[in-house]
């Protein structure tokens, strides 16, 4: 069954992938009855989350109904208990919204507080604003809160890109802003040379990746203007949640924009 997905995720292509998935996933799944995981997004219980990954298949990963992975389950465990985002209706901009968690953005926001939640992509049409995250059409301090992951490693200039989180973020209002890393490697490595898919998915581990983060990817987002938390969340975890929600080690990276500082 793992090799039979990692074949899938290698040989067709995603957008035909994204298309099939809300259907094929959770014919999959059905394989996997049972009661030893617990998506704490969506509340499904199986015996073990689906195999997943580009290249290397990870066990334990992709939730069935709602196809979260293991770095959402963590976030989304942090953001219900650690943070009043689920208890508030602040503006939110969701950038190349995630289904799993957007899905329980829109239920949370519901109809009377849609407007709240925006969701932007360059092109999906599962998003209602369309742009580049280096330009972004919104006015300066209109955001409460950003969440944009794992698009950082995919945008030419990076920098820029923050600059414009930055920008439309209110003085006080804060994001989750996170990207795939390597913590062995100290500094973030990139080279602007190497475009062609191929030599991108040899050097940067998938095709359409422009560079590695390092442990100084924190450092990058503060030279933005931002302040940083960088946070080890999957230790304050039981181990018993651990395994329950088959969560990973990924550092959360919550970012904020200082307030304006008065003399
Ligand atoms: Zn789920």
Redesign the pocket.
């Known amino acids: 069954m793992k090799s039979f997905i990692k074949w899938i995720l290698n040989h067709i292509p995603r957008p035909l992938l994204q298309r099939v998935a809300s259907w094929a996933v959770p014919m999959l799944g059905i394989l996997y009855a049972g009661r030893g995981r617990k998506?704490p997004?969506?509340?499904?219980q199986v015996r073990e989350f689906l195999p997943y990954g580009y290249g290397v298949s990870r066990r334990d990963a992709l939730?069935p109904?709602?196809?979260?992975l293991e770095r959402h389950?963590l976030l989304w465990l942090y953001l219900e208990r650690e943070t009043d985002l689920l208890k508030s209706y602040p503006t939110l901009l969701h950038i190349a919204p995630e289904v799993?968690l957007k899905r329980q953005f829109e239920r949370h926001y519901g109809k009377e507080h849609a407007d709240n939640y925006l969701t932007a992509d360059l092109e999906s049409p599962l998003a209602k604003l369309h742009f580049d995250i280096q330009d972004i059409p919104l006015e300066d301090e209109s955001v409460d809160v950003v969440v944009c992951n794992h698009i950082l490693e995919h945008i030419e200039d990076d920098r820029k890109a923050l600059r414009e989180l930055y920008r439309i973020l209110r003085p006080g209002g804060w994001g989750v802003v996170l990207v795939p890393q390597e913590y062995d490697r100290e500094t973030t490595f990139e080279d602007d040379t190497i475009t062609s898919p191929d030599e991108r998915a040899k050097v940067f581990g998938q095709y359409d990746h422009r560079r590695i983060y390092g442990r100084d990817y924190a450092e990058r987002v503060r030279e933005c203007g931002f302040e940083v938390e960088e946070i080890e969340y999957e230790k304050r975890l039981s181990e018993e949640e651990k395994k329950q929600y088959s969560t990973a080690g990924e550092r959360l990276y919550i970012v904020q924009r200082p307030l304006a500082v008065s003399y």
């Open positions: 998506c997004i969506c509340g499904k939730c109904r709602c196809l979260a389950r799993a």
